[in-house]
Structures are given as C-alpha cells and as structure tokens.
C-alpha cells in the first residue's frame, strides 16, 4: 500500500509489479522532441497512459497538464520539480495548465488560515512564473473559490464505495478521504463542461500519490471522462540523504527564498557519496548514486556539458566532494541571486492572477 | 441507533431516555406568547436549547431558523410541515430564516440533474412563499452554488473522528458523511462572520435527523460557535397511516400541486379510526389517535373551534368517517385552490431569489 499521507522513500521497483506504472522506455522517448532535464536525465521514470496523451497530441487535440500545491510555505527544489514538469508540459505540448492552490488543505491540515495561505499562494505563484509558466494559456484556482471542484468531490463521494478507498489508502480518518475526493475533482476539473469537456490530461507526481491518480481513473471511468495519464519523478531527497526533500524537514531542504548565504551553508553540509578516507576516494572515485549535491546538480543546476564533466572527475577520483561542494553551490547561489530578482518582478502579477491584495 | 436515511417511524419514547432530547413543557409554553398551531396542536413535542434560543431573542439578539428542501419532487403535506415551522419562528421571533436547496444531494442521490433541480428549486419556494415566508428577511441558497457551505463540510471532516461518524450514524458509504458534514455546513452557515458570526440558530426537523444535530453541536462545540437549537415535530403519517409521509410513497402522500380531484380521491381512501362496525363506531367513538384524516384537519386545515367539534363529533360517535372524510377533503380542496393561486404569483419572485430562468 502506498501512502500519499506519509512521508516515507517508495520502493520503485514494486510500483511496477503491483501498481501496474510503466518505465519510461524508448518507445515513448522517440515520440518526445526535446527531452530536456525532465525525461533527458531520468526525473520522470514511468507512468501511466503517458502514450495516450502523445497520441492525443500528434492528433492534434487539446490537451492540459494538471497539478496544484498546498500554499502552507515557500517553494522548495521538490515542489520546483513539479512545477518545472508543469512548465516543460505547457511548453514542448502545448498543454493548459491547470493548477489547484490546495489553501483549504492548508488551513485544516496545517492551520494556515485562508488569508496566510492567500500570502503563500501569491509568492509561489510568483516562482512559477518566475520559473517560466505562461498564465496565458493556464487556469488556476484557490480552492477555496473553486465551487465546481466541491461539487464534482461532491457528487464522486456518492460514486466511490468505502471498500474502494479503504483498498487505495487503508484505514483513514474521513477528512483525508474527503482530500482525496477533492484532489479527484481537481484533477477532472480540465474535463468540466466550462473548459471545454473531455480531453487528454496529464498529471506529474511522486510515486507515493499513485493513489490519487487510481481513485481519479476509476471516477474518470465511471463518469465517461477521458482516464488522466500520470507521470512519476524520482524524489528529491533531503539534502541529510535520508529522506524526500519535505516541508516537514527544513533543515534538508533547500527553499527557493533561502539567502544565497543559508544556501551555501547547507549545501556545504549536504550528504554526499564520499569514501571512507581520500585514499580510497582517490582509487575508488566517489559513490554518485547517494550524492545529494549530485543530484541538486543534475536535477537542477548544471548544463549537460558541466554534468558529464562533474560525473567524470567524481567517478575517478580527480575531485573530492569538498571542491564539488564548492562548485554546485555558487550554481546553486548564482541560479537563487537570478531566480529571486525574476520573481520579485512576477509578485504584482501573480496577485492580479489569484485576486490577492489591493 | 438513529438512521436520517431510512424511512420508518421513530419510537417517540426512545428519543427522551436515550438521546436527550427535552419535552415541550410548560416552562417553555409559558415563554411563548402566540403558541399557533406549531406548539398549540403538539406539532412540535421535543426539543433541545429551545430555552436558549428563547433566551437570546427575549435579550433582544438577532437570532435565525434554518431548514432545507431536496428539490427532488413538488411539496408535500410532510414539506409543508417544515416549511410551516419556518414562517411560524420568521413571523414569531422575527428569525431570520436560513433555507438551505440541497440541488447537489438530488443529483447525487435521485438523479435529479442540477437544470431539473433549479425548477423543483423555483416550484419549492414559490410554495414557500405563497405559505407566507418573508423573503426579505430570509438568505435562501443552492448547494452548488454557495462554496462556504463546501469549505466548512471540508474543513469539518477534519474535525470529526470516523469513530464519532460510526457512533452517530452506523457503518455508511462515505458519500452519506460527505452529505452529513454538508448538512453541518448548512446549518452553521447562519454563524459565518458574512453573515454577522455567532448566533443563537433554530433547526425545526423530524426526530430521525437528530443525529445531524448532534453531529453539528458537537462541530459547533469544536469550533467555538453557538450550538444549534432544535424542535422535533411528528411525523405526518402516510394516508395509508402507515408509514410517514415521504416522497418515496406518492400515493400514500398529498402534494400541495395535486389537483382537487386528485386530492379528494386521496383523502377519500385514507386511513381512518373507523371501527370495525357502525353500531360498535356509534357507541364508542372513532378511534381518534389512528386517524389521518383528523391530523390532516389538526395539523394543517381546521380552525380551532371546527377541529374541537370535529372532535366532540367523532369521540360521541355522532359523526362516521365517510362524512368527516367529505367535511376534510371539502377544506383540503378549498385550501389548495386558494394556495395553487397565491403559488401561480410567486414563480417569478422564486425564480429571482435563486437567479434562475430569464
């Protein structure tokens, strides 16, 4: 049983056999023009009816690409992920964008009220755009405001058995089924009458919110609306390398809005694949896989050109994890000084998109 | 174990020694200057807070009265109870009455799409308004269209334990928790800060939805707001003097759209205290207690002096039940020409308080 609530690592190699995800295998690679980070180094790797939605786009149909956030703190490099997926959909597809801003989940699961939320919203609306989505060819809702979302969580609490969520999510307290119902209507909501009806959607998320992506197949299915195709990327992990990179662990996390200062120090102090003594990592060359810094790299901040060049001089032990340290984190702090200023001009339009403020 | 969604008989007794609910007693009477038919006819025999929400308006406080409609079928003698109670607290303690149009439950357990429910919707409250609802001081709403009814119910169902749901309700699909918290939304909507915040709120309802009260006193409690008030009125017994009177059971039931004709024939095969021979009728009197024909005439179509000689009549024997029988269908029918009329002139102000048609 997965578990969207918990905060745990999935083993990847089970959602294959039991959850029925596929790899990302080269026949759906060929279909994709430009890769990018996003299927060009391994972030997404499977899915579910990912073949459909490029059918459907070959076809020259409408499609969207669908996600939200809960606005209870700053972006971190795990929901830049996400939104980096959304961005690279809505660029190389053409995808709308749908983006639910879960403030209602915010306030009953972490008590931030709807007007802090509103505070949230706006400032990670602003990464967003920052990050480069187009709001022209996006819809996005609080929540809060969004009456056809609750109608439609409404109407599936009435089509869902409770065996059903009991089998997807095991025994819960009603309020999370009640998230989940709501999480099913966002997902239809590009399918809703008033945005034009059914079509092809797409939703990236972490392996562990398969559930939500089954329940919303299987209320998609009952309610003639097209099956939403899923994409699955790996976690960003904690900069500690122990767990996924959370809200809930702000030590290992790096934020969007982290000073170029806190940045370095943090990373400075990240996990990486380092040996037992310089010897041995001189002989030996680093462990890349457990590299955290790594993987801020690769995940985030360098070009293919200074990757493969990273990778090399790790893997035979030309450079020790201090001097690599040192190189992602004036990346990481030249990329944040840029990112920030962007962001600070997208604040005003991000609270005209969310009817925020003045 | 009180079931809200089945359709049988309350044992009255029950509802004193295990749930807690009060009786109408004299202290209460007392406080009530115009007792009408509501509480002059035993209309309504239970209660909880009603000393408190006595209280409040005797201080002077704004206080409300809050009810809901279905709009899954046109208005019955059983409706019209209800919707009695509501116009009798408006006018009585100048409440101001909150009134609740579940179009999304008619969708969702009836069919009823939400276009069908708008004109259930509009007949419903023109019937309400020819009974005499002020709709200047009232706040009429569609579930589909009122989202802090959908915010609170989702916030609530973080709120509530399953185990409290279990308690209340039994073992039910979670499309039935999902309306229930709905319900509480409804009910404590009159307390959200738009409309001025706390306040003391009267709930007139039949004594099998006595479990939503519970519930919603014990959200109330959470939340820091007043709890609901409520009076439990009996039931309207089916005309088969069966069952009570629901819209699952048309023939047993008299709608407030049913034509004169129609409604005589009914009334002329209802159920009687008739007993078993006129000679045995004639000496010991009809069986008063049994007969719908006389709670038609005590709940809803006789003055006071014609249902004391009614009364007299048929507990002496002088009177049999195929006269009283014409006698009530003769006032039945004299009522529903006269409220069809005041209905007919009511649809386009229905149709303006919920914005629908032209």
Redesign the interface.
């Known amino acids: 049983m997965l578990d969207p609530w918990a905060n745990q690592l999935v083993e990847y190699e089970k959602l294959f056999g039991e959850f029925g995800l596929k790899r990302i295998e080269e026949g759906i690679l060929k279909r994709i023009k430009n890769k990018g980070r996003i299927f060009g180094r391994g972030i997404v790797f499977a899915h579910r009816d990912l073949d459909k939605f490029l059918e459907a786009r070959e076809k020259g149909q409408e499609v969207a690409v669908m996600s939200g956030i809960k606005p209870s703190n700053e972006f971190h490099l795990g929901s830049k992920m996400t939104a980096d997926e959304m961005i690279y959909f809505q660029k190389e597809f053409g995808a709308k964008v749908f983006y639910a801003i879960a403030d209602?989940e915010a306030?009953?699961?972490n008590g931030v009220t709807l007007e802090e939320g509103g505070k949230f919203a706006v400032s990670n609306l602003a990464d967003m755009l920052a990050l480069g989505l187009d709001e022209k060819n996006a819809y996005i809702w609080r929540?809060?405001?969004?009456?056809r979302v609750?109608?439609m969580?409404?109407?599936f609490?009435?089509?869902?058995?409770?065996a059903a969520?009991r089998a997807l999510y095991g025994e819960k307290?009603?309020?999370l089924?009640?998230?989940a119902?709501?999480q099913a209507g966002d997902i239809l909501l590009p399918q809703h009458p008033d945005f034009g009806g059914k079509k092809h959607v797409l939703v990236p998320v972490g392996a562990d919110q398969d559930p939500h992506i089954r329940m919303t197949r299987d209320i998609a299915a009952k309610e003639g609306l097209v099956l939403p195709s899923s994409t699955y990327h790996v976690y960003a992990k904690s900069l500690s390398g122990e767990q996924k990179m959370s809200k809930r662990d702000p030590l290992g996390v790096l934020f969007l809005s982290d000073t170029p200062e806190i940045a370095r120090k943090k990373i400075m102090r990240a996990f990486t694949g380092g040996r037992a003594t310089v010897e041995e990592q001189r002989k030996k060359g680093g462990e890349i896989g457990k590299c955290v810094v790594y993987e801020l790299a690769k995940f985030h901040f360098l070009e293919d050109k200074e990757l493969k060049e990273m990778e090399r001089r790790c893997l035979c032990g030309e450079v020790l994890c201090g001097e690599d340290k040192e190189m992602v984190a004036e990346k990481v702090c030249d990329w944040l000084k840029k990112h920030q200023e962007r962001k600070k001009k997208m604040v005003k339009k991000a609270e005209r998109i969310l009817e925020v403020g003045e």
């Open positions: 209602l306030y009953a699961d929540q809060s405001q969004e009456v609750m109608n969580a409404y109407l609490s009435k089509r869902v058995t409770d969520l307290e009603i309020g089924y009640f998230s119902l709501t």
